[in-house]
């Protein structure tokens, strides 16, 4: 079994920053790729960065130049941190990460979700 627990949301002025953390423990052989979703009341959930093993990021371009993903392998940890903040980034933003398990599952994962509530 393995779990993902986000943490960092919350409430911020646009042009404001907030930093989130996800946390993956259990049965991990290896993290592969980890990302960031979110989806807005309405809206589908969409993809606003992910950061493979090795290799490049990938940000959706809303996000471009303003957000930063980052992992700590050592941790199995993932971050996003997001300046500049809009209102139309106001969501639920969850963590999603593609795990090879102990028994050497490929399996994918996801948080639970933090509320990101952009607003004055």
């Known amino acids: 079994q393995v779990q993902l627990v986000e943490s960092g949301g919350g409430l911020v002025q646009p042009g404001g920053s907030l930093s989130l953390s996800c946390a993956a423990s259990g049965s991990i052989f290896r993290l592969n790729a980890m990302g960031w979703y979110r989806q807005a009341p309405g809206k589908e959930r969409e993809l606003v960065a992910v950061?493979?093993?090795?290799?490049?990021?990938n940000y959706a371009d809303s996000v471009k130049g303003r957000f930063t993903i980052s992992r700590e392998n050592a941790k199995n940890m993932v971050y996003l941190q997001m300046n500049s903040l809009k209102p139309e980034d106001t969501a639920v933003y969850y963590c999603?990460?593609?795990?090879?398990?102990?028994?050497?599952?490929?399996?994918?994962?996801w948080g639970q979700g933090t509320q990101v509530t952009v607003s004055s």
């Open positions: 999603n990460a593609a795990i090879t398990t102990k028994s050497w599952a490929r399996l994918t994962y």
């Open positions: 950061v493979p093993r090795v290799g490049t990021t």
